[in-house]
């Protein structure tokens, strides 16, 4: 019986160290910060020719966490799985391009939005679509379970589509697009001016966009201490023209919501 008392009170003492260490790794109670990233989402956070993490979003989340007194930590994650990865405590925010949507607010505690972004439409600069009627009997692609699926969705020119390709990133989207495997790629129109602007003359972006949105950081609910110390240092960013530099390097102007 004392050997078995024994055995139990070291079990219940590891179990307490574990639990302790990794409530200090996430949520945001320790010095690290693990942010949950689209490692392929150009230009807010992907790979550069060295295999290093870049992006307006990765300088804004290492600007942010270093005003909080912690080191931001990037963790590259698989995005139709984003809040699951959230909700375990594999990490601590998703930050990469992360839409407000009423559906996601269900799922996550959000900062102010920073950025304005829309859902446009990519063709081949030589397709003959131009409107958004032209993609009647046409194969679209877009990310898989992003904001442009549902921007996609809630539109009435889904009904008239061919069909529709899921890519797991954008880039795997557009490759499709330059070997005509799919027509047009619905995507974000921040994503889509670096990519027309990296391969200028390539494609073309139709006058119409699908749906107006807004960039925001996601909190695991129940994580209010962490969204409001987060949103302090973002306010702060706004006022001492941190963002604003950071902006003006990766898109040429201030673009960040104040």
Do not use: H
């Not at 956070?45 to 870049?54: I, P």
């Not at 046409?138 to 069909?163: F, P």
């Not at 799919?182 to 494609?203: C, L, S, W």
């Amino acid at each position: 019986m004392k050997r078995f008392a024994a055995i139990s009170v070291l079990f219940a003492t590891m179990l307490s160290l574990i639990v302790g260490c990794s409530s200090a790794s996430n949520g945001g109670d320790g010095k690290q910060l693990v942010i949950g990233i689209d490692d392929k989402f150009a230009p807010m956070g992907f790979r550069d020719e060295k295999n290093e993490l870049v992006g307006f979003d990765i300088d804004y989340a290492r600007a942010a966490a270093e005003k909080m007194g912690k080191e931001a930590v990037f963790q590259p994650i698989d995005w139709s799985a984003k809040e699951s990865e959230l909700n375990s405590g594999r990490i601590d925010l998703i930050w990469n391009g992360y839409t407000i949507t009423d559906e996601r607010k269900q799922k996550v505690l959000f900062t102010k939005p920073y950025l304005k972004n829309a859902q446009v439409i990519v063709t081949m600069a030589n397709s003959n679509i131009a409107k958004l009627d032209d993609l009647s009997g046409k194969t679209v692609g877009l990310q898989k379970l992003s904001s442009a699926a549902d921007a996609l969705n809630a539109s009435a020119v889904k009904s008239s589509v061919k069909s529709i390709t899921e890519y797991p990133d954008n880039v795997l989207a557009l490759s499709d697009l330059k070997i005509g495997r799919v027509d047009a790629v619905v995507i974000d129109q921040v994503v889509a001016d670096y990519y027309m602007a990296k391969d200028k003359g390539t494609f073309k972006l139709l006058d119409e966009s699908l749906a107006p949105e807004e960039y925001g950081i996601g909190v695991k609910k129940g994580k209010e201490a962490l969204l409001n110390e987060l949103q302090k240092a973002l306010d702060a960013m706004n006022q001492d023209g941190t963002a604003a530099k950071i902006s003006e390097k990766w898109f040429g102007e201030d673009r960040v919501l104040k």
